[in-house]
């Protein structure tokens, strides 16, 4: 079987890789609270198994995932919209209600990982490389556009972002809901633990569970400032539909930009 994993590649079989497709995914998400029913790592865990899927078909090397999200402070207005009063001081899905908190990177250190890492991959002679991001924090979604888009123009080659979750997968998304968690339970089962959550029909209020659907976010509350799209009717079989999708955007997007064709 082809070798995808860069760790486990040879100088010579490096030195093929970077001749040959010469793409390279560096899949990096967030160590990050997401609700009482999920461990940590779901977004690196799902950018890094976006990326091997992806790299099947695309050709190309995986680097190991980096575990490093960053988050800044919620606005008054954001606040309000999940429930709270506006005035409370929270960062990223540190909600204060949460019994462990999240790894934060500080913006500016996170900028310095990803613009040495970009560095050092195109020195190795990669023509695309590709930041496969788990983590929809807007402050890391802007950071990686300003930073590929700045080593593209300096370098002459293609290095570029994609957010590894995308909207029509077939389920609402957003933080620790439906769709996370359902792709949670197809490509690491002993990560979610439903019986975590109260059972049904309580509703989720977003403050005391910090799980929040992107519609919330962008656009404002339901009613009772609840989860729309409910983690408790995640199942496997949806995870895999969900990553399926996403895996197929993906390679669209990769081959699209590939400098080879
Ligand atoms: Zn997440």
Redesign the pocket.
């Given at each position: 079987m082809k070798k995808l994993r860069f760790e486990t590649l040879t100088p010579a079989e490096l030195k093929q890789a970077v001749a040959g497709r010469s793409l390279v995914y560096q899949p990096v998400g967030s160590m990050e609270w997401?609700g009482p029913h999920m461990g940590m790592g779901?977004?690196t865990v799902n950018a890094y198994s976006t990326a091997l899927a992806a790299a099947e078909r695309t050709g190309g090397v995986v680097m190991p995932p980096l575990y490093i999200g960053t988050e800044t402070p919620r606005s008054p207005e954001t606040l309000r919209r999940v429930g709270f009063s506006g005035d409370e001081r929270v960062v990223g899905m540190d909600f204060p209600a949460n019994s462990v908190k999240s790894f934060y990177w500080p913006p500016e250190l996170f900028e310095r990982i990803v613009r040495q890492q970009t560095q050092m991959l195109l020195e190795m002679g990669f023509a695309q490389v590709v930041w496969l991001n788990?983590?929809g924090a807007d402050a890391q979604i802007e950071i990686l556009r300003r930073v590929c888009g700045e080593a593209s123009q300096a370098s002459g080659r293609c290095v570029m972002t994609i957010m590894a979750l995308f909207e029509g997968c077939g389920a609402g998304l957003g933080?620790?809901g439906l769709a996370?968690t359902a792709i949670f339970m197809h490509l690491c089962p002993e990560a979610v633990e439903l019986e975590r959550l109260p059972p049904k029909p309580e509703k989720l209020a977003n403050t005391r569970f910090a799980i929040v659907d992107n519609e919330t976010f962008q656009r404002g509350p339901n009613e009772d400032f609840t989860v729309r799209y409910d983690p408790r009717d995640a199942t496997a079989e949806l995870g895999r539909s969900i990553v399926e999708y996403t895996v197929a955007q993906c390679v669209r997007l990769v081959e699209d930009a590939s400098p080879l064709r």
């Open positions: 997401h779901m977004d788990g983590h933080h620790a996370e």
